[in-house]
């Protein structure tokens, strides 16, 4: 929880500004959630310089799956092993839930995180379009 000013900082950076209040909030309710993982990568010098936030889904024409539904690493800190890092331990946390199955959806605009996920062992499978509403 300590860490949520800097974990909204950097999901600016990943193009979702929040305020630390609200981040705040989000994490209060995901924290308590066994079915939701999220964890920072600190560095001894800077501090929290990533973070990454997966989940279980129990979807019913594929079953129970592990999404990564976010994860950033600060710009200045790329290229260091730090996503392989929060990588590996949410597949370790997937592999311990019984998760045999890893998905992640990148915005074909992420153009950094595509050879990532591939050098990581994620194969492209589709491109797809998404589309949002907002209830009034
Ligand atoms: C994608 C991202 C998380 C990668 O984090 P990172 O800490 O730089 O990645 P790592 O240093 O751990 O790289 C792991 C491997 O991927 C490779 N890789 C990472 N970025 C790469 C790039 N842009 N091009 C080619 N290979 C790349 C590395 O060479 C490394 O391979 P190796 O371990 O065999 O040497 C980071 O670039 C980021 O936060 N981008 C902006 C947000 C984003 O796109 N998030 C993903 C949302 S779906």
Redesign the pocket.
């Known amino acids: 929880m300590t860490d949520a000013a800097r974990l909204a900082k950097l999901s600016e950076?990943?193009g979702y500004p929040v305020e630390p209040e609200l981040m705040k909030r989000r994490l209060e309710r995901l924290l308590s959630r066994p079915d939701h993982v999220v964890l920072v990568a600190e560095s001894q010098t800077d501090g929290v310089v990533?973070w990454i936030h997966a989940a279980e889904q129990d979807i019913l024409e594929i079953g129970r799956s592990c999404e990564?539904l976010?994860?950033?690493?600060?710009?200045d800190?790329?290229?260091?092993?730090?996503?392989?890092?929060?990588?590996e331990w949410v597949e370790r946390w997937a592999f311990e839930r019984g998760l045999k199955q890893l998905s992640?959806?990148?915005?074909v605009a992420?153009?950094?995180?595509h050879?990532?996920?591939e050098?990581?062992g994620y194969t492209r499978v589709k491109t797809q379009h998404a589309y949002w509403k907002h209830m009034r």
């Open positions: 950076v990943l990533g990564i976010g994860l950033v690493v600060a710009a800190q790329r290229g260091h092993g730090v996503g392989r890092r929060l990588m992640v959806r990148s915005n992420r153009a950094e995180s050879p990532f996920y050098r990581l």
